[in-house]
């Protein structure tokens, strides 16, 4: 009888130190041990069992029950540090990170507030009186005011631009298609030629046409700096340039102005 006891608290003390070594070989969750009930029973075979090989393999036992106590601190603190983090630990991972990483973290929380006004005719024409009264341009002669301020109704011609009903797309498409069709052997046009086509009156409009024309890469604007003329070369198609500048240009200034 005390022989088959003692094959019986063998065979449970090897079971559970295969369940203790699953456990910890397979990295499952250490809090499915319930390591009371399992202490328990270690201290009831002890107090039973006494033989030296009992005892030995109860200390074993008892050594692979640590480990999963062990393993249920290390789950806990993992736990813990993910739920917290402090301002140290996210400074050494933002130094050690690459600049994918951080720019694949800005666009996954980047939220941005987009805030739109809109441009209302009235605004325009005020602007527009504004910078024709800077003291800049009262240092002109009476009749070079005159022109820009009255020349054909400009500042009205502006404003009336982003007044109308045509699709700007619309525009920038055919004068595009004017530029290809009238454009000389030279494979360029006069600027100022060009913006007055349809007349006096309609010169603010092309050349506000013609900027985005530029801008989108469907022509390129020259300017001769001994002459001051200016050109233009259309594309057939869009290009990209490597440098981009800006020429400001006043209408009131052109070559019939």
């Known amino acids: 009888m005390a022989s088959r006891s003692r094959s019986i608290a063998r065979e449970e003390l090897l079971r559970i130190i295969g369940i203790c070594e699953n456990i910890e070989k397979s990295g499952l969750d250490p809090f499915t041990v319930d390591v ?3 202490l328990v029973r270690l201290r009831r075979i002890l107090e039973t069992q006494k033989s030296l090989e009992t005892v030995l393999l109860d200390a074993e036992t008892l050594y ?10 290390k789950w806990l603190r993992d736990r813990a540090a993910s ?6 630990l996210i400074t050494v991972k933002i130094l050690s990170a690459d600049l994918k990483t951080l720019a694949a973290c800005l666009t996954s929380s980047w939220n941005p507030i987009v805030f739109g006004e809109q441009l209302t005719k009235g605004m325009l024409k005020d602007g527009l009186d504004y910078f024709l009264s800077l003291p800049t341009r009262a240092s002109k002669t009476m009749d070079s005011s005159h ?3 009255q020349d054909d109704g400009l500042v009205d011609n502006v404003v009336n631009l982003f007044y109308q009903d045509t699709v700007l797309e619309d525009e920038v498409r055919r004068l595009h298609c004017e ?4 454009v000389g052997d030279g494979g360029r046009l006069d600027y100022w030629r060009f913006i007055e086509r ?5 010169r603010a409009q092309r050349a506000y046409v ?5 801008s989108e890469g469907l022509a ?3 300017r001769n700096p001994l002459t001051g003329e200016i050109y233009l070369i259309p594309y057939s198609g869009k290009i990209e340039r490597k440098n981009v500048v800006s020429l400001p240009i006043s209408l009131g200034a052109g070559k019939n102005g």
């Open 64 to 73: 692979k029950v640590a480990l999963i106590i062990a393993l249920q601190h």
């Open 83 to 88: 739920l917290f983090v402090d301002a140290q």
């Open 179 to 182: 530029m290809l069709e009238t």
């Open 210 to 214: 013609v900027s985005f024309i530029v």
């Open 36 to 38: 009371k009930a399992l």
């Open 198 to 202: 349809e007349g006096l009156a309609r």
């Open 220 to 222: 390129e604007m020259q």
């Open 147 to 149: 022109d820009i301020g």
